[in-house]
Structure formats: C-alpha cells, structure tokens
C-alpha cells in the first residue's frame, strides 16, 4: 500500500505540474467574484438552503462582489433563483445572482456508473468543474455540494478554495463496517458474505480515502455542519487550522410558535424522513410494537405517524414494505402513513399576525400547505433511527415543535443536538430497539407538567441552530478569505 501511495503521489504530481503549464497558456483571468459549484439549485434540501444562505451572507459581507451560480439546471435563471431562495427559503438576497449553466451534469449523476460509483462521480465531478471555470473563472471557487476531487483543479485556475462540507464522501465508519462485513444500505449482503469481495472493496475505499484525504486538503477555508463531520473530516484530510464547525441553518421560526401544550387522546409520535433505507424506519416499527405491548393496560393507545416522500419506486416499494409490516405486527390501527407532505409556503405569514395562543386555531383553519407543521404540533414526540446521521434537522425540527426527540444515538444528534440545555434534560437517545421502546414508553409516562418542562428545554436547544447562528458564524469563517485578512 505504500509503494501504490508513492507511485500515485508521483504521478499526481506530474499531472499536476503538466496542468499547471497548460492551464498559464488557456485559463482565463480570474474575475473578482464568488463563484459557487451547485450543480443541482432545485433538490429543495438542506443543502439548498445553505447555498442561498451562504449567497446572502457573502453579498451582505463584501456588497461589491458579484455572485455566480454553477448550475445544471437549464431554466435557470438569476431572477428565477432569487426569487426560489425567496419563495421556497425565505432568504431575501441582495440581487440576484450570475447564472453559469452546466451541460455535462449526467457525469456526476450515479446512474451513470452502476459499479465504482463514488470514484466515478468524484472524477465526473472534476470534468463538470473544467466546464465550469472555463466557462467563468471566480476569485472565490465556494463548493457547496461535496465536490471535493474539483478544489485541485480550481486552485490550479487560480481560485481560493471554500467548502461547506455536509457529510464526508467516505469515512472510517464506512470502512471498519466492511471489515466487520455488516450488511447495509452501502454494503449489500452479497458482498458482505464473501471475503474475497469484502478485501477487494476495502482496498478500494483505502486508495479512495487517500484520495479524498489529498484532494480536501487543497481548500483554503473548510466549513463543516457538525462535531461528527469535522472529526472525520480532520481525520482524512488533516487540515485542522482550515476547519471550521458552522451548524446548518435551521429555519424553526414557525416550528417556535407552536403551544407547547398538546392533546393526548390519543398521544401521537411522530417520524419525519423520506423513506429511504438508511433512515430504518423498520427500527422504529419494531420498536413502537413493542412499547404497545409493554404499555400499561390503563393507558391511551398511542398513534405513530411516518410522514415522508418517496423520490423513486424503490422508495414506495419501502413505504409499502412498512405498511404490510404494521400489518404483520398487528398495530396497523394505530400507525399512520404521510407520504409527499407540503411544509407549509405561507406559514411565515401567520405567525407574524398571530400570538402562540390563538396560533394552532389559525392553522387547522388556513388553506395553504399545513400538513407537516399541522402534525409536528400535534405529536408530543419525534423518532430518528439513523445511524451516523451527520446532522440530523428533523431532529430539531422535532425539539422546535416541542416534540421530544428520540433520536439514534450517534453522530449529529448525540454530539451536538440532543444535549442538556442549561442543565434540563431535552431528549433521548437509543441505538437498539429495547432502548427506543424504553424511551417511547418513558415519554408516553411523563407526568404533563414534567413533559412541558422538557419539551421547554428541546425548543430553547433548537434555538442554536437558527439561520441568524449559521450567518454569524459562516460570516466569521469566511471573513479572512474574502477580505485578506491575517
């Protein structure tokens, strides 16, 4: 392994030192402005909302610097993303942003490589990136997607490097759980059951994590969104004077409206997420079974409603899987399913008009999109069951509402979420289906006044997390790079 590390340091250099040559005689000129690589601007995620919150911290900080979008949408445009950053965020930019359009985006798209797909994106990545700064070359090159094979290149073009990284491309985790050969959504039991695959793709993720580690260190100013994801982060790329923890901006102005009383006829528990495989809803399916049958015979039978989108037939497959499951288990009266549930467009509107008391009537009596802050204001609990969630928004989403989080206990929601807000307790956190029955059975328990207190202490929590937070601190990060200085 070290000689293959020697022989792919060598010709990197090489590579990079022919490039260098190559790019004096045809790169443009850099142009003093901030050039940002997201190559899809319609995902509608976090991801998207820290990209317009980052355009307007950058216009607030230097108002002179113009601002470009890297983007493989081809409806783009600058009054049309202004106004989706508006609409669709409630982030009001300064002007409108420069559009560059991308017509190679399918290299990056994991349906084009069926097998290597992370190498294959990665280097896709870097071709998409040629066409970018070819395109438009920027004094400031921001990666807001998790690109990290482009910041070699956009260096050699002569850019300053910035990056908000939301969860490493590969980590450790990843690797031991292939030498331990478990079975999961990134390592199918095909694999898993064979020794001679599970070596073959362990040296794979160990020459891509020397990689990866190579490439990340090339940024002048990394951002990440949590304890979790810099740990990892610091580990592979080993640039921990550049790194810099800015949790992502959480809008939870509404979610803080919300009455902390709630109805419990029946007590409801709630489960945000899309119904993808790492999420483990059937942990949580399993989990509320069994809290069922442990549950006093004198207590109220609790409902568990599951609210997220499917993005493809594999994902409706799942929903349905869950929903035979509840079957199975004999709870399907008390399970609930939301699929494809609207936030709500014109929530900001109400709560500006209206005081927390009379809030929950206004709402069960608007028109507009009120589904998921509807249910979020009924449930007296939240569930999360992903394991190494590098974040986890649903889960302050959860504490917002005042929906006690009973979240998975790793990474995001046990590093920075799910902690003591001045010495009160504000959630909890399980890893094991006994645990999380334990839990939901804990809460279903609490005395009202004691469950207030707690969900009191889960929304002052969340507070920390808010879009003003995130523009303090992403402002004072980049503030050195942007400014030059010391």
């Known amino acids: 392994m070290a000689i293959l590390a020697g022989l792919l340091t060598f010709v990197s250099t090489l590579l990079a030192l022919a490039l260098r040559r190559l790019l004096r005689r ?45 983007t493989g949408d081809a409806d783009a445009s600058p009054d049309g993303l202004s106004t989706r950053a508006l609409d669709r965020f409630g982030v009001r930019l300064l002007r409108p942003p420069q559009v560059v359009h991308l017509n190679r985006r399918k290299w990056i798209e994991a349906s084009t490589y069926p097998r290597f797909t992370m190498i294959g ?30 910041y070699p290149l956009a260096r050699l073009f002569g850019c300053k490097v910035i990056c908000y990284t939301h969860y490493p491309t590969i980590s450790s985790d990843m690797v031991e759980r292939v030498k331990q050969r478990n079975s999961m959504y990134n ?7 064979s020794i001679w ?13 020397w990689l990866y580690g190579l490439v990340g260190s090339c940024a002048h100013l990394v951002m990440v969104n949590s304890s979790w994801t810099r740990s990892h982060i610091v580990n592979t790329w080993k640039v921990p004077e550049r790194t810099k923890r800015v949790y992502p901006p959480c809008d939870t102005s509404a979610l803080q ?19 993808r495989p790492e999420k483990a809803h059937g942990l949580q399916l399993e989990a509320f079974a069994l809290a069922l049958q442990r549950l006093d015979s004198d207590f109220l039978k609790p409902k568990l409603q599951f609210v997220g989108s499917c993005r493809n037939k594999e994902d409706l497959e799942r929903l349905q899987k869950l929903q035979n499951r509840s079957t199975e288990l004999h709870i399907d009266e008390f399970v609930e399913f939301h ?3 609207s936030y709500r467009s014109c929530y900001r509107t109400v709560v500006k008009n209206f005081s927390p008391h009379f809030l929950f009537l ?14 979020l204001g009924g449930a007296i609990a939240g569930l999360h069951s992903m394991t190494d969630e590098h974040f986890g928004i649903s889960v302050v989403e959860y504490m917002a509402a005042a929906a006690i989080p ?9 590093m920075d979420i799910v902690l003591d807000e001045d010495g009160h307790q504000t959630g909890f956190l399980a890893s094991e289906k006994e645990e999380f029955a334990e839990a939901i059975l804990e809460v279903l328990r609490m005395p009202e006044p004691e469950r207030r207190e707690m969900a009191a202490a889960a929304r002052n929590r969340a507070q920390r997390f808010s879009e003003q937070r995130f523009h303090k601190d992403f402002t004072e990060a980049v503030r050195p790079v942007l400014l030059g200085q010391a």
């Open 257 to 275: 409206m919300l009455p902390l009383e709630r109805s419990t006829t029946p007590p409801i528990l709630i489960s945000v997420a899309q119904f």
């Open 406 to 414: 009973i979240a998975h206990k790793s990474a995001g929601p046990m």
């Open 339 to 341: 699929k494809d549930v």
């Open 187 to 193: 390592n199918n039991s095909r694999i898993s059951g």
């Open 121 to 150: 994106q990665s280097l896709g990545s870097v071709y998409l990136a040629w066409e970018a700064l070819n395109k438009f070359t920027p004094q400031f090159y921001f990666d807001t997607s998790g690109y990290a094979f482009t």
């Open 26 to 70: 045809r790169a443009p000129t850099t142009a003093a402005a901030a050039g940002f690589f997201h190559p899809y601007t319609n995902d509608g995620g976090g991801g998207e909302r820290v990209l317009w919150c980052a355009v307007r911290a950058v216009q607030e900080l230097c108002p002179g610097l113009p601002c470009a979008i890297f």
């Open 197 to 209: 695959l599970s070596r073959c793709k362990i040296l794979y993720y160990t020459i891509f994590s």
């Open 362 to 375: 206004v709402i069960n009596s608007i028109g507009c999109n009120r589904d998921l802050v509807q249910l």
